[in-house]
């Protein structure tokens, strides 16, 4: 996962699909920080977390932050989140 989105990018998306891998992603960025609260259109999110080759508690924190930074946008009306 090679994305971040800034304050005021694709001002126009409102449907968003989104799949990484949870290993890869802690070790080449550390978090999983994608500023998905600056998608300020967005309104569906579908996001796939893959973790075979990581702990379950790594997963976990990935869905947690991907659930709190789209908390923190008020035009969201449906995520669907799935860890495989």
Request: aromatic share 8%; net charge positive; charged share 25%.
């Amino acid at each position: 996962m090679e994305v971040s989105f800034a304050q005021g990018a694709m001002q126009k998306l409102r449907i968003l699909s989104l799949s990484f891998g949870v290993g890869k992603t802690t070790d080449i960025f550390g978090d999983f920080d994608f500023g998905l609260e600056n998608l300020s259109s967005l309104e569906h999110a579908n996001v796939l977390i893959q973790h075979s080759y990581s702990r379950s508690k790594e997963a976990d924190d990935a869905a947690m932050a991907i659930e709190r930074s789209l908390q923190l946008n008020p035009k969201i009306r449906m995520l669907k989140l799935k860890k495989i």
